[in-house]
């Protein structure tokens, strides 16, 4: 009888397991060009990261300039935004994706998955991709200190593998 009762319980595991969405095999990710609403926000998103630093310190945020990124971090070490707001957050990973677009040569594009559609970079045609709209906001979510620059370095360590 114990035989029979472990043998339909192991029965019943594995079959929950075969149904199971983290057993499921996932879907293929879809990578597109921003449409003109996604760069509409993108856009918008990235303006409120500007005028954030220009109200702040009187700095001018181009994307361009070494500095940036240093702003950018102090931005995050002052706790200007709140880590509980979370889409401010994301704003700011954004335009730290803006600076890895303008330095690095990375480009904007948009992922569809099973979780949903997302904005990342993606440097050529390369199949890794990057997601900047929560580099900084998952950090700070889960407490973790946000390095701007070693994800700078790790953004250009990449796309050096990726130039051949």
Do not use: C
């Amino acid at each position: 009888m114990v035989q029979l009762m472990v043998r339909l319980l192991i029965s019943l595991v594995l079959t929950a397991m075969a149904y199971s969405p983290a057993i499921a095999k996932p879907v293929e990710s879809q990578i597109s060009e921003l449409s003109s609403a996604d760069r509409s926000e993108l856009n918008a998103r990235i303006g409120w990261a500007r005028t954030l630093v220009k109200n702040h310190y009187k700095l001018s945020l181009t994307f361009t300039k070494s500095s940036d990124l240093g702003v950018l971090q102090r931005v995050i070490d002052e706790k200007i935004v709140s880590p509980k707001n979370t889409v401010q957050q994301q704003s700011l990973g954004l335009a730290l994706g803006n600076i890895l677009v303008a330095r690095l040569g990375y480009h904007w594009v948009i992922v569809q998955d099973e979780f949903g559609r997302d904005l990342a970079i993606r440097f050529r045609q390369s199949t890794k991709l990057g997601f900047p709209l929560t580099a900084i906001s998952k950090r700070v979510e889960q407490g973790k200190p946000v390095d701007l620059q070693a994800a700078y370095r790790f953004y250009a360590q990449a796309r050096s593998i990726h130039s051949d």
